[in-house]
């Protein structure tokens, strides 16, 4: 298993670079914005890297960042998703932007990468979003500086508190649908648990 790989940068075409080390050049499939932020040929450059092997095909992926690296390890993951797919998703969001987008469940965000529909869109987030939520891979996908929240660590926040509400709510006899349909009406930020279960039960029994 390759972890990363270091070498003089010798081609940089659409879809892929070259990496000679010793002697040997190893052709690596990246994003064509990966490549772009690479140096210039014939300088050194490392890339960390995903080994795919199967029966009929061995390729290797290359990543400027350890973030992009496990996107693309949990967008794989996602049945129906493809290695190119995968790439294009990276060309295309942030890995920062796209974990925002799972946990916050924006359909709309995921649908104009190029590639991905509906249906797409549904499944890498029903797969993922769980995953995401984990704080190991928070960790991976999205770097916090000076002790400050990620934007994808206080949507996670949000999220809890929200299904925190809705269970508390259901419990004092309302339906998830109807819950559901009063705490859109919310300005949730900010707000603790407490605040979106009172604020609820004033909007349900109006």
Do not use: W
Request: charged residues 30%.
């Amino acid at each position: 298993m390759l972890a990363y790989i270091k070498g003089t940068l010798e081609m940089k075409m659409t879809g892929y670079i070259v990496i000679d080390i010793g002697g040997l050049g190893y052709k690596i499939y990246m994003s064509d914005s990966g490549i772009e932020k690479l140096g210039n040929i014939g300088e050194t450059v490392k890339v960390h890297t995903y080994y795919k092997v199967r029966e009929d095909d061995i390729s290797i992926f290359g990543f400027n960042t350890l973030e992009e690296l496990k996107m693309f390890e949990l967008l794989i993951s996602v049945s129906g998703v493809g290695a190119k797919t995968a790439l294009t998703m990276l060309a295309t969001c942030e890995p920062t932007e796209f974990a925002l987008a799972v946990i916050t469940e924006d359909i709309n965000t995921l649908k104009q990468i190029p590639g991905i529909g509906l249906k797409s869109a549904q499944r890498i987030i029903l797969e993922l979003k769980d995953k995401i939520k984990k704080e190991e891979q928070i960790q991976e996908l999205t770097k916090a500086t000076n002790g400050t929240k990620t934007k994808v660590e206080t949507a996670i926040e949000n999220e809890q508190k929200i299904d925190e509400a809705i269970a508390a709510l259901q419990v004092l006899g309302y339906n998830k649908k109807e819950i559901e349909k009063a705490l859109e009406k919310i300005e949730k930020e900010e707000l603790t648990t407490e605040d979106l279960i009172r604020k609820g039960l004033t909007i349900l029994g109006k």
